[in-house]
Each structure stands twice: as structure tokens, then as C-alpha cells.
């Protein structure tokens, strides 16, 4: 049974910066593409960033470029995200998700979610 259980989310001030962490079992976690995503209530869940199984790719959204790093570490079967100048704008639950063989920004080709990890960014 496949499980991904995110961590590290919390309230944090804008300009602070928080460290995301996605830990997975029941599945060969160096075949599979990683990624997170966000939503806010009442709105559509939104691509953040993606990194390929040998971490040799990474995609962001642009609203995040230059602000957020993914990166995972196969032998502790961990994604990461570490966010920094963080906006308001930032708020929402934050999902990994996992899949074998996409990497990109399209959600309904991702198998596997997380329950999600609330990020609050106060002004």
C-alpha cells in the first residue's frame, strides 16, 4: 500500500522560510516521478514544482521560480521542498504526489497524493 505523508508545514511570516518534507513507502521510490502541488479552499489544485526519479529534472511554476527548491533523497525515500521569501500569496495546503513514468504539471496524471501539509504565510 502505497503512503506519502507530508510534514513540516505551519505558520510562518512573509519573507520566512519553511522546509516541506513528503516521506513514501509501499512503493520502489527511486521509479517514480515526484512533485507537489497546492490548493486553496474553493479553488483548483495548482502545479508547484516536479523532479524526474533520479532527480536529474526539476520543473517549477513560474509563481515559485527562484523562491522554492525540490529535491528528493532516494535512499531515505524523501521529497522535499524547500520554500523561502515566502508571500501571503503562498497559503494553501501543499500535496507531494507520485507517479511511474510523468513528470510535469498536469495532476490527473499523478497516481499517488499525500493527505496534505497547511503552509500559512502571514503579512
Known amino acids: 500500500q502505497v503512503q506519502l505523508v507530508e510534514s513540516g508545514g505551519g505558520l510562518v511570516q512573509a519573507g520566512g522560510s519553511l522546509r516541506l518534507s513528503c516521506a513514501a513507502s509501499?512503493?520502489?521510490?527511486?521509479?517514480?516521478?515526484l512533485a507537489w502541488f497546492r490548493q486553496v479552499p474553493g479553488k483548483e489544485r495548482d502545479f508547484v514544482a516536479a523532479?524526474?526519479?533520479?532527480?536529474?529534472?526539476?520543473l517549477y511554476a513560474d509563481s515559485v521560480k527562484g523562491r522554492f527548491t525540490i529535491s528528493r533523497d532516494n535512499a531515505k525515500n524523501t521529497l522535499s521542498l524547500q520554500m523561502s521569501s515566502l508571500k501571503a500569496e503562498d497559503t494553501a495546503v501543499y500535496y507531494c504526489?507520485?507517479?511511474?513514468?510523468?513528470?510535469?504539471?498536469?495532476?490527473?496524471?499523478?497516481?499517488?497524493w499525500g493527505q496534505g501539509t497547511q503552509v500559512t504565510v502571514s503579512s
Open positions: 509501499g512503493l520502489t521510490f527511486t521509479s517514480y516521478q
Open positions: 504526489a507520485a507517479n511511474r513514468y510523468y513528470t510535469g504539471r498536469d495532476l490527473t496524471r499523478y497516481n499517488y
Open positions: 523532479i524526474t526519479s533520479n532527480g536529474g529534472t526539476l
